[in-house]
């Protein structure tokens, strides 16, 4: 088993401590960690002395298309959308990951050691994202937690594409009565499920959209609701409350309009691609005041790149210029680490430096908000990847 000792670093856990110390990795998790070096080190630990460097836990981008929605190639490695059925709830983003996507290399190298990966925004519904590292050979290998939320689009995206084609939905109406009419068929499939437990001649065909919906249904995983607009989010929340499942708001970007509303109903945003222009009409008012105002009023608040829309090695840059714009610098630290990983419902793995969590460490030269700042080494699953693999 691989050890590795980290000495002498400013060892921030985002888990309320701040102290220099050590943290002691054995294998793909952190074996101990303090502000005194009184263990003794084992012989064959590799040990680095980072002389007083940063030393946070690896950045999380809270949604973004690495792997599925590959950079350099045009068609054909474009597998985010499925352009054909406006409901596509049993497409799986894991079956268009590739690993060798330049953007998990630029994630690395930016201090990003775990992203959400999801289906694009064309239609009302996706299909299901997964929580995975950053490095890797094998998809499989990489993932997290599979299915962690099934993609749900509101607004401009799902309009343009299918009014074009002259079929539902054309109008923001549309778009609420598919998705409402489908989650009304999932509740219809749950019960016949239940029934056919005491009698399997009352068991329904088997449907995979409708059997993934039934986990949001249960609450296992939530919809993640691409929403622009102050009007488009309060019809999410509208639907999420009709039917009593959870809701991640994506994008958010009119949500400091209705900040003190948000703070009220208690759904999380995961706020972004801010570093980006007003590409479309619903992002006239985007502003990097946006994750501060929601955080003040109580919103549980991650940042996202978008990727490939914003590069994902720009995560803390986007934090930075959130804080420029007047976010606590950390909530802003938060809303890429702990909050990102709880939103994502793979906190008691990552997130923060915990002994017994993932050993993903980002040793930086100077804060990640100062743009001088680089990271030193980028530790995932207690191997060092950058600078080199080892």
Same mark, same amino acid.
């Given at each position: 088993?691989?050890?590795?000792?980290?000495?002498?670093?400013?060892?921030?856990?985002?888990?309320?401590?701040?102290?220099?110390?050590?943290?002691?990795?054995?294998?793909?998790?952190?074996?101990?960690?303090?502000?005194?070096?009184?263990?003794?080190?084992?012989?064959?630990?590799?040990?680095?002395?980072?002389?007083?460097?940063?030393?946070?836990?690896?950045?999380?981008?809270?949604?973004?298309?690495?792997?599925?929605?590959?950079?350099?190639?045009?068609?054909?490695?474009?597998?985010?959308?499925?352009?054909?059925?406006?409901?596509?709830?049993?497409?799986?983003?894991?079956?268009?990951?590739?690993?060798?996507?330049?953007?998990?290399?630029?994630?690395?190298?930016?201090?990003?050691?775990?992203?959400?990966?999801?289906?694009?925004?064309?239609?009302?519904?996706?299909?299901?994202?997964?929580?995975?590292?950053?490095?890797?050979?094998?998809?499989?290998?990489?993932?997290?937690?599979?299915? $962690? %939320?099934? =993609?749900? @689009?509101?607004?401009?995206?799902?309009?343009?594409?299918?009014? /074009? &084609?002259?079929?539902?939905?054309?109008?923001?109406?549309?778009?609420?009565?598919?998705?409402?009419?489908?989650?009304?068929?999932?509740?219809?499939?749950?019960?016949?499920?239940?029934?056919?437990?005491?009698?399997?001649?009352?068991?329904?065909?088997?449907?995979?959209?409708?059997?993934?919906?039934?986990?949001?249904?249960?609450?296992?995983?939530?919809?993640?609701?691409?929403?622009?607009?102050?009007?488009?989010?309060?019809?999410?929340?509208?639907?999420?409350?009709?039917?009593?499942?959870?809701?991640?708001?994506?994008?958010?970007?009119?949500?400091?309009?209705?900040?003190?509303?948000?703070?009220?109903?208690?759904?999380?945003?995961?706020?972004?691609?801010?570093?980006?222009?007003?590409?479309?009409?619903?992002?006239?008012?985007?502003?990097?005041?946006?994750?501060?105002?929601?955080?003040? $009023? %109580?919103? =549980?608040? @991650?940042?996202?790149?978008?990727?490939?829309?914003?590069?994902? /090695? &720009?995560?803390?840059?986007?934090?930075?210029?959130?804080?420029?714009?007047?976010?606590?610098?950390?909530?802003?630290?938060?809303?890429?680490?702990?909050?990102?990983?709880?939103?994502?419902?793979?906190?008691?793995?990552?997130?923060?430096?915990?002994?017994?969590?993932?050993?993903?460490?980002?040793?930086?030269?100077?804060?990640?908000?100062?743009?001088?700042?680089?990271?030193?080494?980028?530790?995932?699953?207690?191997?060092?990847?950058?600078?080199?693999?080892?």
């Amino acid at each position: 088993m691989k050890k590795l000792y980290i000495k002498n670093g400013l060892i921030k856990t985002m888990a309320g401590q701040e102290f220099m110390g050590y943290i002691y990795i054995q294998g793909t998790k952190i074996a101990a960690l303090g502000k005194t070096e009184d263990m003794n080190i084992p012989e064959d630990a590799e040990v680095i002395d980072v002389g007083g460097a940063l030393v946070l836990p690896g950045f999380i981008d809270a949604h973004c298309h690495v792997g599925i929605g590959e950079e350099i190639y045009r068609w054909e490695g474009e597998d985010f959308n499925e352009m054909t059925d406006p409901v596509t709830p049993d497409m799986r983003a894991i079956d268009g990951i590739n690993p060798e996507d330049e953007g998990f290399r630029d994630a690395r190298l930016g201090g990003v050691t775990a992203v959400f990966t999801v289906p694009g925004s064309a239609n009302v519904i996706g299909g299901t994202g997964v929580v995975m590292k950053t490095a890797g050979k094998i998809v499989d290998k990489m993932i997290v937690r599979d299915p $962690a %939320g099934m =993609k749900i @689009a509101f607004g401009e995206n799902p309009k343009m594409v299918y009014g /074009e &084609q002259k079929k539902m939905p054309m109008t923001r109406m549309g778009t609420a009565a598919l998705l409402r009419q489908t989650l009304v068929d999932a509740q219809t499939y749950k019960d016949k499920l239940e029934q056919g437990e005491t009698d399997p001649d009352k068991l329904p065909e088997r449907d995979l959209g409708l059997e993934v919906l039934v986990k949001v249904l249960n609450r296992e995983i939530p919809l993640r609701a691409h929403a622009h607009r102050a009007d488009d989010i309060m019809t999410a929340i509208r639907i999420a409350r009709e039917f009593n499942v959870d809701l991640v708001i994506e994008h958010c970007t009119e949500g400091h309009k209705i900040a003190e509303e948000l703070g009220e109903q208690g759904y999380p945003a995961v706020v972004g691609p801010l570093l980006t222009n007003r590409s479309k009409v619903e992002l006239k008012d985007k502003s990097f005041q946006t994750p501060g105002i929601l955080a003040k $009023a %109580g919103v =549980k608040v @991650a940042i996202m790149t978008d990727h490939s829309v914003t590069p994902i /090695e &720009q995560l803390p840059l986007c934090a930075a210029l959130a804080c420029k714009a007047g976010m606590d610098e950390e909530d802003a630290l938060r809303a890429i680490t702990i909050n990102a990983a709880e939103i994502l419902g793979v906190s008691d793995r990552i997130g923060t430096l915990e002994v017994g969590k993932d050993a993903d460490i980002v040793i930086w030269s100077e804060h990640p908000f100062t743009i001088k700042a680089n990271p030193l080494y980028v530790i995932i699953n207690g191997k060092i990847v950058k600078p080199e693999a080892r």
